[in-house]
């Protein structure tokens, strides 16, 4: 397939005609944005992925290994670090979102596409102070948990200002977004005819807007202490350090909703395009990502059920959590429905997003065991968390959007990949995820605690067999990358449907034009209308 | 957790059975839930896969309202089951117990102390007797810790600055793993104690024994530092059999040559190990990190003299 005779047509190049370092750095289009948030967010995925392959090369052996254990700590720090703030926060939302939202409600841009590409740069500044803080590595854990981070020597203070810049950016896009969604649907696209990615991602945006703040400030706070010795956290000083988790959380909860709304979103989309049949019960997921949102501001207290915090707050905390699974569950169910009597095919975009089905159901029933108090007592801080937190993020948000990078790759380059080889790659990432993380859960419950550079030797079993997934996982993740790369030169030119989907981005060439419509579509019916109507079941 | 093989809850504390109990609760639903919901998936994907050539028109179903109630209020009911279980042991867990032994518990940068009643302190070893409940604690001396015993399934965060408290009742003799399980520095994975839990006769002929080695008194000044070792918690980061911690071993550190970080070389004399002791962080071994608290103040004079006569018996 190297030789595909590609030269003979005058291949139209879309919104990706001009070249050169200006027609990227200074564009406002939402396409170009889009592609330079997921090479800057696909690049931390690799480094901080690089950084877990080191900490669980070392974990083969219980005792001391290949390097310190003041190093293990920091590679831990900054494979959290990375992956939170660099990768996964913005992976979906800021990159795919950016790309898609206005092709997917049919319009020319965002809102505000001079503050689209401000966010864009104020993000890479962050990320220059937060690679700036390497100097000074940190080795707090991405959780910064006072007083431990405000008197180690590591930088800080300085990191603090990095994410304070990467929030920054957060606020803008989801402002951005909201506005652009409010504002600037095609002609004829009531609510209920968007597609749920757009409701997920406003629902995402509504949480980015209103949490994303308070983090900022408790960084502020942070550094106020550090600096000036103003204490708000230090005991000594007269803080309180349970304040710092109660704020840490309160912003770092709701963003878990940032993290997966989005891939719920992509897996909306996908499902019924390879089923070809239509969504399955649409307001419900509509609602139900809303209801995440919401009901995600009211239960970060269960971070800290064994932190000191008062029996009664856990309490309520606790109840409150266990209903952000309802409207979760539901999706699920829904999802599954809607393969019922369907006419599935199985290329890798459906792979990916039966994978997210499969993998979350067993993240989120874990879950009850850490929303439960008496369970999370024991299983808290140990490796069952580790297990459950990366079944949700990995294997639903990291699906989610392998899902849409493979869903998407033909519109946004204007090619296809092999799908022979993104079918390898996804037997590799899926049964190499599950070798990783499954033993995890077991080596929780038998109490291994988390972040233990050095264990007990009675942990090595399970933890050798976790390291040697990590390396089929990386090498599925290694070809699936390699084929987009070489796709994006030698794929064969993409139809401009080749899905056939009912969504906009499908109406438009691929890749799309600068304009991104030659002419605005007007929408006539929702986006799910798959299967013949005249056969409508009454059940 | 009871093991994935048997499940059974374990009896080695009153809190151990409680828990697990309600673990074995959540994951009967879980499976259940699991059974159907990936069954279904597996099932549908594999019967409804579009065979092959053949376009198959697909029925227009958009949904189905009595079944999305009964799937929201299904799950609810149990989710509320769970909740109500695991927030009822949970409370028992914070109960006082009656008569309960009271121990202090202080945690240090990466060092358990334990002091019991009759004032005795021990690091990283905590020794109850079978079948007393005992009421724990805790504060912590720098940042927080977490004390966790895995098998009796109980964890909680130590704080500095304020106290926080765990009951238990041990119902087996035996021995235990303590781990920090709150991300605390450099030591973090190294801060493990130990629980021996004794019958009632033999904890108390080791209450005595200890009370009499203690009265003895005339104690020489390697004696009195090795005392000062175990209860100063030196044992977290320097090992005295040979093996690197945190710091460096104490094995034959006593006339042995040290590179420090700056590359220069110095010979562990008197005055190196006193320093050590009281300016830590300024002549620092190659290969560890200046992290050391500074003991000036908290150890007296002769305090530091019989730490350094126990040294030197360390061969």
Known sequence: ?539 | MPYPTTLKASEVSLASHDVDAVFIFILAIAGFFFVLTQGLLIYFAIRYRKKKGVEEATPYITGNHALEVVWIVIPSLLLVAIFVYGLTVFIKMRTPLPNAAEIQVTASQFTWSFKYPDGRSVANELRLPLGQPVKLIMISRDVIHGFFIPAYRQKQDVLPGSYTYLWLLPKQAGTYDIYCSQYCGTGHSLMRATLIVMPQPQYQAWVAAELQKQQAGAQSPAERGKALFESAGGGGCHSIDGSPKVGPTLKGIFGSRVTLTTGQSVVADEEYLRESLEEPNEQVVQGFQPIMPSFRGSLKQDEIAALIAYMKTLK
Not at chain 1, 67 to 85: E, P, R
Not at chain 1, 343 to 367: D, K, R, V
Not at chain 1, 510 to 537: C, K, L, M, Q
């Open chain 1, 1 to 539: 397939m190297a030789d595909h005779p590609n030269t003979s047509l005058p291949e139209d190049r879309g919104y990706l005609s001009e070249h050169g370092f200006r027609s990227w750095a200074l564009t406002m289009d939402h396409k170009r944005i889009g592609v330079m948030y997921i090479w800057t967010t696909l690049g931390f995925f690799v480094v901080a992925g690089i950084l877990a392959l080191l900490l669980r090369l070392k974990l083969l052996v219980p005792g001391p290994a290949l390097f310190s254990d003041h190093t293990y700590n920091v590679l831990f720090t900054m494979h959290g670090a990375m992956m939170i703030f660099l990768f996964i926060i913005p992976a979906i939302p800021s990159a795919l979102g950016n790309f898609f939202i206005p092709l997917l409600i049919g319009c020319r841009d965002v809102a505000f596409p001079r503050l689209n590409l401000f966010s864009y740069w104020i993000f890479v500044a962050g990320i220059a102070v937060t690679v700036g803080t390497l100097a000074a590595p940190m080795d707090t854990g991405w959780t910064f948990y006072t007083p431990y981070s405000a008197q180690t020597s590591a930088a800080v203070t300085a990191l603090s200002f990095g994410l304070f810049l990467i929030g920054m950016s957060s606020i803008l896009t989801g402002l951005n977004f909201i506005v652009t969604i409010h504002t600037m649907r095609a002609p004829g696209m009531g609510w209920y005819r968007m597609p749920l990615f757009i409701w997920a991602m406003y629902a995402t945006s509504v949480i980015q807007v209103l949490s994303t703040p308070v983090i900022g400030i408790t960084f502020l706070l942070l550094a106020a202490e550090r600096v000036f010795g103003i204490g708000f956290f230090d005991p000594a000083k007269g803080g309180d350090p349970l304040l710092f988790q109660h704020f840490f959380w309160f912003y770092s909860h709701p963003v878990v909703y940032v993290m997966i709304l989005p891939a719920m979103g992509i897996v909306s989309e996908v499902v019924p395009v390879f089923a070809r049949k239509p969504i399955f019960g649409y307001k419900a997921i509509a609602y139900s990502a809303l209801a995440i949102a919401l009901i995600g501001f009211l239960v970060w207290g269960h971070h800290m059920f064994v932190s000191g915090m008062s029996t009664v707050a856990g309490v309520i905390f606790s109840f409150l959590t266990f209903f952000v699974a309802v409207p979760t569950g539901m999706k699920i169910f829904n999802w599954i429905a809607t393969l019922y009597k369907g006419s599935i095919t199985f290329e890798s975009p459906m792979l990916y997003a039966l994978s997210f089905i499969f993998l979350f159901i067993i993240g989120g029933l874990t879950g009850l065991f850490l929303g439960a108090l008496a369970t999370d007592v024991h299983v808290h801080d140990t490796y069952f968390l580790v297990a459950h937190f990366h079944y949700t993020m990995m294997g639903g948000t990291v699906m989610g959007l392998f899902a849409g990078l493979h869903y998407w790759f033909p519109k946004m380059t204007g090619r296809m990949f092999n799908e022979t080889w993104a079918k390898s790659a996804w037997w590799l990432v899926v049964s190499g995820f599950n070798v990783t993380f499954f033993p995890m859960f077991i080596l929780g419950m038998q109490g291994m605690p988390r972040r233990y550079a050095e264990y007990p030797a009675k942990y090595q079993a399970l933890n050798v067999v976790a390291t040697v997934g990590s390396w089929f996982l990386a090498l599925g993740v290694i070809i699936m990358f390699a084929n987009f790369i070489k796709s994006l030169r030698n794929g064969p030119l993409a139809p401009d449907n080749p899905w056939r989907g009912l969504t906009l981005e499908w109406q438009t060439t691929s890749p799309p034009p600068e304009e991104n419509f030659h002419e605005i579509p007007t929408v006539t019916d929702w986006p799910y209308g798959y299967g013949s109507r005249n056969e409508a079941p009454r059940e």
